[in-house]
């Protein structure tokens, strides 16, 4: 590990025993711990008006760690933070588990993964802006009917596409790309949970919303 790179995990680990000076009381739900935080002003801000003033908080970047998963508020406007303790076959709604797509009652007709172990954040934001870029495209088109008439229907190509960025363990992760993904506000310091009520968390599950015009 290089001196750059040790220092980036230095100060990424100090920042998560940082007292915020305020101390939320969360409802477990069934016993799982889930709930949203606000997302930074900026990225609430890049949001096209029309989708940052209705009235439920909707989707299109999950970003997990070890395994894959993907309160009304205005939507893209917070975080939603998932620590789960159950392995994905125990992962169910009877239990108290739950994900964006099917709280809204969203259909995914494109799931793009993106696995990473400990690429830099320079490959990383490379990876991320061409995905982007791929998205914008397909939400624009006009070539395809499907998602041209999902669009006039009331159900634009964001809404139907989720991005699961799959990271292989938060150890070996490069903590400099955690702070690419606090910049599109799917990553906060200080809110993951290494136990709830006894038991060890085995993944990490952040969902937001990201729609942004370009």
Same mark, same amino acid.
């Given at each position: 590990m290089s001196q750059s790179t040790n220092g980036v995990e230095t100060a990424?680990?100090?920042r998560q025993t940082i007292k915020r000076g305020?101390?939320?009381?969360?409802?477990?739900?069934k016993g799982n711990f889930i709930t949203e935080y606000p997302v930074p002003t900026p990225v609430h801000s890049a949001i096209e008006a029309k989708y940052a003033m209705t009235s439920t908080t909707?989707?299109?970047?999950?970003?997990?760690i070890q395994w894959f998963f993907q309160a009304l508020t205005s939507p893209c406007s917070h975080m939603r933070y998932s620590a789960a303790t159950v392995d994905p076959d125990d992962f169910t709604e009877a239990d108290g588990w739950s994900l964006r797509p099917k709280l809204y009652n969203r259909q995914t007709e494109m799931l793009i993964a993106v696995t990473s172990y400990n690429e830099d954040k320079t490959l990383y934001a490379r990876t991320l802006h061409g995905v982007? #870029?791929? =998205?914008?495209d397909i939400c624009k088109t006009k070539q395809s009917k499907y998602w041209r008439r999902a669009a006039e229907e009331g159900m634009p190509g964001w809404q139907r596409i989720v991005v699961?960025?799959?990271?292989?363990?938060?150890?070996?992760?490069?903590?400099?790309? #955690?702070? =690419?993904l606090a910049t599109?506000?799917?990553?906060?310091?200080?809110?993951m949970k290494k136990q709830v009520d006894g038991k060890d968390t085995v993944a990490h599950i952040f969902e937001v919303s990201s729609f942004s015009v370009g």
């Open positions: 990424w680990r100090r305020v101390t939320r009381k969360v409802k477990l739900t909707e989707f299109s970047w999950v970003y997990l982007m #870029l791929n =998205i914008r699961a960025l799959i990271v292989d363990g938060l150890e070996p992760m490069d903590k400099s790309v #955690l702070d =690419i599109v506000g799917v990553y906060q310091d200080g809110v």
